[in-house]
């Protein structure tokens, strides 16, 4: 069974889906906020918790998502550093096909680990 | 066709998603290229934030001015507002920025070295530090700036059209 959670700010709309697996957190809208680090850490920090209690991997998928801003790429890449030293598993999925993602996305495989337990994925 | 746009802009936040669009539109009527418009629009964007952030706005009459304009081989993007000595270290943190990011041979390597920086900060900080530096790999830009009489700083971006 899922279970689902939204969460909104502005013009930026993350959902949090948990299924046996996994917790997959889209992102939808753009994200222009001008502290979107208020908004984004506590989901994403509760998610953490929530997936190592569980055992379960999280995909951050940004393929809908039209905008960030570079305020925004900030408590992403803290929280892919912070998942890199530790132990949690966690997927960033970007649509390759569009340059602006290939290019901030791609840039993030300097936090993914040999054995993918953190991965960047262009798709 | 007017090949450039002039956007008086009250320092609002809420403002910039306006900004955003109306360059969105008056880029697409240029028949650029998507990702070049998407490009521009980045750099548009990034600038105005800045100005926002750093400038000083002492009465209602106080604006960021954002003048975009194509040319035959680029497009430069200019943002001012208004500074007074209050934001002389942000000037002096912008001019050191911008001479590092020069620095780089590749714009990429800026970016991936300011990535690893800010990842290691405290999640609860603010700062991003991330803004000018995609301006130029993002947007493929050269930054400069220089501060107008009047205390007025101006901004610039320059790209190449591919």
């Given at each position: 069974?899922?279970?689902?959670?939204?969460?909104?700010?502005?013009?930026?709309?993350?959902?949090?889906?948990?299924?046996?697996?996994?917790?997959?957190?889209?992102?939808?809208?753009?994200?222009?906020?001008?502290?979107?680090?208020?908004?984004?850490?506590?989901?994403?920090?509760?998610?953490?918790?929530?997936?190592?209690?569980?055992?379960k991997r999280i995909i951050l998928d940004f393929r809908e998502l039209a905008y960030m801003n570079s305020s925004t790429i900030t408590p992403v890449i803290k929280i892919l550093e912070r998942a890199k030293r530790g132990e949690t598993q966690i997927e960033?999925?970007?649509?390759?096909?569009?340059?602006?993602?290939?290019?901030?996305?791609?840039?993030?495989?300097?936090?993914?680990?040999?054995?993918?337990?953190?991965?960047?994925?262009?798709? | 066709?007017?090949?450039?746009?002039?956007?008086?802009?009250?320092?609002?936040?809420?403002?910039?998603?306006?900004?955003?669009?109306?360059?969105?539109?008056?880029?697409?009527?240029?028949?650029?290229?998507?990702?070049?418009?998407?490009?521009?629009?980045?750099?548009?964007?990034?600038?105005?934030?800045?100005?926002?952030?750093?400038?000083?706005?002492?009465?209602?009459?106080?604006?960021?001015?954002?003048?975009?304009?194509?040319?035959?081989?680029?497009?430069?993007?200019?943002?001012?507002?208004?500074?007074?000595?209050?934001?002389?270290?942000?000037?002096?943190?912008?001019?050191?920025?911008?001479?590092?990011?020069?620095?780089?041979?590749?714009?990429?390597?800026?970016?991936?070295?300011?990535?690893?920086?800010?990842?290691?900060?405290?999640?609860?900080?603010?700062?991003?530090?991330?803004?000018?530096?995609?301006?130029?790999?993002?947007?493929?830009?050269?930054?400069?700036?220089?501060?107008?009489?009047?205390?007025?700083?101006?901004?610039?971006?320059?790209?190449?059209?591919?």
């Amino acid at each position: 069974m899922e279970k689902a959670e939204t969460f909104t700010s502005s013009l930026l709309t993350i959902e949090v889906k948990e299924n046996e697996t996994s917790f997959n957190i889209r992102w939808t809208g753009i994200s222009i906020e001008r502290e979107p680090t208020r908004f984004i850490t506590p989901v994403l920090v509760d998610v953490i918790k929530k997936s190592s209690d569980r055992n379960k991997r999280i995909i951050l998928d940004f393929r809908e998502l039209a905008y960030m801003n570079s305020s925004t790429i900030t408590p992403v890449i803290k929280i892919l550093e912070r998942a890199k030293r530790g132990e949690t598993q966690i997927e960033v999925v970007y649509q390759k096909s569009l340059k602006w993602q290939d290019l901030i996305f791609s840039a993030l495989e300097i936090f993914q680990t040999n054995d993918r337990r953190v991965e960047i994925k262009g798709l | 066709m007017k090949r450039s746009i002039k956007l008086i802009v009250d320092p609002n936040w809420d403002e910039i998603e306006g900004v955003r669009n109306e360059s969105n539109e008056f880029l697409r009527s240029h028949a650029l290229s998507d990702d070049t418009v998407y490009a521009v629009t980045l750099v548009i964007s990034e600038l105005i934030e800045n100005g926002i952030k750093y400038g000083v706005f002492k009465s209602p009459e106080n604006k960021v001015i954002v003048n975009t304009y194509i040319g035959e081989n680029n497009i430069t993007v200019e943002v001012t507002n208004p500074v007074d000595e209050t934001t002389y270290n942000h000037l002096r943190r912008l001019d050191r920025t911008i001479q590092w990011i020069r620095g780089h041979q590749d714009p990429f390597e800026a970016y991936i070295e300011r990535l690893r920086e800010v990842s290691k900060k405290p999640l609860h900080d603010k700062e991003s530090g991330l803004g000018l530096v995609r301006i130029a790999y993002e947007g493929k830009a050269i930054l400069d700036f220089f501060l107008e009489e009047d205390n007025i700083l101006n901004v610039s971006a320059v790209s190449n059209l591919e």
